[in-house]
Structures are given as structure tokens and as C-alpha cells.
T-cell receptor, first 114, second 116 residues
Framework: AQSVTQLGSHVSVSEGALVLLRCNYS??????LFWYVQYPNQGLQLLLK??????LVKGINGFEAEFKKSETSFHLTKPSAHMSDAAEYFC????????????FGQGTTLQVKP | DAGVIQSPRHEVTEMGQEVTLRCKPI?????LFWYRQTMMRGLELLIY????????DSGMPEDRFSAKMPNASFSTLKIQPSEPRDSAVYFC??????????????FGSGTRLTVV
């Protein structure tokens, strides 16, 4: 079975500060990992994904995440927060290979203060 | 491509009525997923299809819920009869897992269902 745990349901940062959203996964097989962003009243948009290539993955809008097998983590970071980054962020996991079931974490709401 | 298209965007219905949510996946995608999002339970996978065949419906909450995919370009999620606790945002997503897959899921904008 696979699962993800997002540490912190709400994170607040100042504009220009580092963004760090935490995600730990549990998987009995090599995982594929994803970060999605959801703006109010919209669907989920893929930020970035890890599919067993480079462990440091760069995504859209200046976000990146690093896969650390030893820590079973896939934390999302951005060096400098922008007001437009305020949204809900979801970490998700699926089995590597040819499978379809994506399991989401509970989400982290990012607030950016001016 | 227009992306994953869901209709309607908003639905308000009375308890006991039948509700049908619709989804058009991205052309060429061979997986289709239905998710439900609520404040209490977050994002839940209800059911998913591969090549129009239901693969896993273990997330469907009750027999009141049913989903079909009659062809590669259309899927429905039906609730009959609807109850207030079914109020949620329902998302459809599609993806491709073939040889050249990028393993990214594309989500629709969702249907916000309110049962009164």
C-alpha cells in the first residue's frame, strides 16, 4: 500500500521568503511522486514529478523538489515566495511503472504575507 | 487540446434526486479517474478506468454511486438518490501510461455539487 503524509496543513511565509512544504511517502515499491497546486475554485495543476530519473526535480513557477529515498521524503521548495503562490498544494504518490492509481496527501495551504 | 472538460460546473439539487456528472478526457489518454474533494476527507479516488474498463471502484462510497465510460471520449458519474452528504467537488482526471507517457494527470475544473 502507498500513502503520503503532508506535514502541516497550513504554512505561512512572508513574500520573498523561502517556501518549504513537507511530504513524506510510504511505499513498498519504487514510487513515482508528484506535487500539484490548486488555486481557489480551480482544478489541480501539475507542478512537478519524480519518475526515477534525476532526484532533484524542477517544476513550473520556480518550484523544485528533491527525492530522498533514505528519508522517504519529497519536500517542495521555492527560494522566494510570491503573492501569487498562495494556494493549496498536494503531494501524491503512485506505483512506478504502468499503473494508474494516484494517492493524494491531505494538502497544505500556503499563505503568503506581504 | 481543450483539456479535460467537466459539466456542469455547478449543480444544486434536492435530496433524493438523480445527479449525473459528465467528463470528456483528453484525446489519446487511456486512463480516466473520478475524485471527490471535501474539507473533511480531502481528495478521494472514487473509481478509475483503463481503456474504458473500470479497474478499481473500491472508493465508490455506496451503491447509490455508479460510473460508466461508454467510449474513450466520455464518462459519467451518477448519484441516485442524492443525499446532502454527497455535497462536494467532483473532479475528473485523465492520463496516459503508454511508452511515451509523462505520467502527469490532467484534471478538469471540477463540478461543485450541492444537495439540499
Amino acid at each position: 500500500a502507498q500513502s503520503v503524509t503532508q506535514l502541516g496543513s497550513h504554512v505561512s511565509v512572508s513574500e520573498g521568503a523561502l517556501v518549504l512544504l513537507r511530504c513524506n511517502y510510504s511505499s513498498s515499491v519504487p514510487p513515482y511522486l508528484f506535487w500539484y497546486v490548486q488555486y481557489p475554485n480551480q482544478g489541480l495543476q501539475l507542478l512537478l514529478k519524480y519518475t526515477s530519473a534525476a532526484t532533484l526535480v524542477k517544476g513550473i513557477n520556480g518550484f523544485e523538489a528533491e527525492f530522498k529515498k533514505s528519508e522517504t521524503s519529497f519536500h517542495l521548495t521555492k527560494p522566494s515566495a510570491h503573492m501569487s503562490d498562495a494556494a493549496e498544494y498536494f503531494c501524491a504518490v503512485t506505483r512506478s511503472g504502468n499503473t494508474g492509481k494516484l494517492i493524494f496527501g491531505q494538502g497544505t495551504t500556503l499563505q503568503v504575507k506581504p | 487540446d481543450a483539456g479535460v472538460i467537466q459539466s456542469p460546473r455547478h449543480e444544486v439539487t434536492e435530496m433524493g434526486q438523480e445527479v449525473t456528472l459528465r467528463c470528456k478526457p483528453i484525446s489519446g489518454h487511456d486512463y480516466l479517474f473520478w475524485y471527490r474533494q471535501t474539507m473533511m476527507r480531502g481528495l478521494e479516488l472514487l473509481i478509475y478506468f483503463n481503456n474504458n474498463v473500470p479497474i478499481d471502484d473500491s472508493g465508490m462510497p455506496e451503491d447509490r454511486f455508479s460510473a460508466k465510460m461508454p467510449n474513450a471520449s466520455f464518462s459519467t458519474l451518477k448519484i441516485q438518490p442524492s443525499e446532502p452528504r454527497d455535497s462536494a467537488v467532483y473532479f475528473c482526471a485523465s492520463s496516459f501510461f503508454g511508452e511515451k507517457a509523462n505520467y502527469g494527470y490532467t484534471f478538469g475544473s471540477g463540478t461543485r455539487l450541492t444537495v439540499v
